[in-house]
């Protein structure tokens, strides 16, 4: 026998009793204890409604998986974008300055560093970053003038410093609308959780540029240890981890969170579904 003929008469009968207390005056006014208690009954009741219609129903309900009011949905369909761009080679970068703020990321490719052996060649990229404009109401790519640019010749001025050699690394870049390159970091960094990244805490320093006399007591931050050639950190007293530390920790990093190593895979975490 059908329960939903007397769901259906219960249901008629709640809208009813609901129409009442939309219709309460201040002099009828319930107990704090009454309006709690009902407060949370029909937050559990929407929820068991919400799963029963569902289940019933003959066409199938489901999330929408996108939505541009949601950061993140935004940051996924540049992630798409993104990915889909030609990775260029860092060491040619001088050579072809570009308009933009947004997105950088950069790869690895080399054979020098052993502990980068899980990454060399994947989608996963060793450090991930943004670009401020320089005008925070910029429309175009001119106005927002070349922060990617600027940003990431300091990287290469960085490691340049450090003898890594910048034929060994590849990056991708691209400006994106002013004001969403901080949402679209953030993701595009949980996603990869790449070891440069300060929010990874594992090698992170790259970004530093230099402490001042008062504060050269802090100690040296893990990228400088591991690759050492920038003078004000040569300056620095200690280490905040020694190398062989970082070493473990990127090998337990690669462990715990396997590198992404085509765009197939890549594909797959972007997935809608």
Not at 94 to 104: L, N, Q, R
Not at 106 to 112: F, L, Q, S
Not at 201 to 209: L, M, P, S, T, V
Request: charged residues 25%; aromatic residues 10%.
């Amino acid at each position: 026998m059908s329960l939903l003929p007397d769901l259906l008469k219960q249901i008629q009968q709640l809208r009813k009793s609901l129409l009442h207390i939309m219709n309460l005056t201040s002099a009828d006014k319930q107990s704090d204890r009454e309006i709690k208690c009902f407060v949370a009954e029909s937050g559990s009741l929407i929820n068991e409604l919400h799963q029963a219609r569902e289940l019933v129903s003959p066409v199938r309900f489901g999330a929408i998986g996108i939505t541009l009011g949601r950061s993140d949905s935004i940051a996924k369909f540049f992630a798409f974008s993104f990915t889909n761009k030609e990775k260029l080679v860092l060491e040619n970068l001088i050579d072809s300055p570009f308009y933009g703020a947004g997105v950088y990321a950069i790869y690895y490719h080399g054979n020098a560093e052993k502990a980068y052996h899980p990454l060399s060649g994947t989608e996963t990229p060793i450090y991930v970053g943004k670009a401020d404009p320089k005008n925070p109401q910029a429309e175009t790519v001119e106005e927002q003038g070349q922060a990617l640019y600027s940003r990431l010749k300091e990287h290469c001025k960085s490691m340049a410093k450090a003898n890594l050699s910048l034929s060994d690394f590849y990056f991708r870049a691209a400006p994106i609308q002013t004001g969403m390159q901080a949402a679209v970091e953030d993701f595009m960094i949980r996603l990869f959780r790449p070891i440069w990244n300060k929010e990874v805490k594992i090698c992170f320093g790259i970004g530093k540029h230099g402490d001042s006399a008062k504060t050269r007591a802090n100690k040296r931050s893990p990228w400088d240890t591991m690759h050492p050639g920038r003078k004000w950190a040569a300056d620095t007293e200690s280490d905040q981890m020694k190398r062989h530390e970082i070493e473990a920790k990127i090998a337990e990093h690669f462990m715990k969170h396997p590198v992404v190593p085509n765009k197939d895979q890549l594909y797959k975490l972007l997935s809608l579904g």
